[in-house]
């Protein structure tokens, strides 16, 4: 699951109840439900995010997950959620849960804990913790990325106890839909796809 945009500059009339600011990037913002079936990948529905006032994406999100056939759900491995940053809240984690999906979200470095340390804090991978404003606990590890010449260290949550270095691992694979959208941006055009109506 992930919150993409489509830049748009310039007047667009017909799409100004789409258009909206989100982390300075102007725009239409879509939730992407992205599939990822053995070696099949797909983009399995999406929803526009109307602004503030609206749904959050958290909860276009939901909505996106009742859209999965039960028959997909229902194989010999449970299936997993993999979601970024954006949607950690705690309304969006426990509808995963409630619907019998393990999940793998991204996590805020600032998010706290009952003790009054943040995520940051943790020195074991794999950590036991029950975040602040969440009713379970949660494993939490972290990985390093090498995409400019200062390593950025990105922390993962899960329901799933796999040990730090798996679940990082594991973590690792929701950047798999980031691949998606340059591909869909850069080689097809859908960053300049030039679309004036709904």
Known sequence: MDLTRLEKSGKFSELASWMHTYHS????????????????????A?????????PSPAQL??????TVPQELLAGKRRPRLHADGGFERADFIQGVL??????????RCTRRLPDGRQVRDLMVRGSLV???????????????LYRDKEPEQRFVMSNLNLG????????KR?????????????R???ERFAQHSQ
């Open 25 to 44: 990037v102007r725009g239409v913002p879509l939730v992407v439900l992205y599939v990822c079936c053995g070696t099949l990948q797909l983009p399995w």
């Open 46 to 54: 999406f929803q526009v995010w109307r602004g503030k006032g609206t």
């Open 61 to 66: 999100a939901l909505n996106l997950l009742r």
């Open 98 to 107: 409630a619907r019998g999906l393990d999940i793998v979200i991204d996590v």
């Open 130 to 144: 029950q975040p602040k404003g969440l009713h379970q606990t949660m494993y939490i590890s972290w990985v390093w």
């Open 164 to 171: 730090g270095v798996d679940l990082a691992r594991l973590g």
């Open 174 to 186: 929701r950047w798999r839909i980031e691949a998606f959208f340059k591909t869909i941006k850069g």
């Open 188 to 190: 097809f055009g859908l």
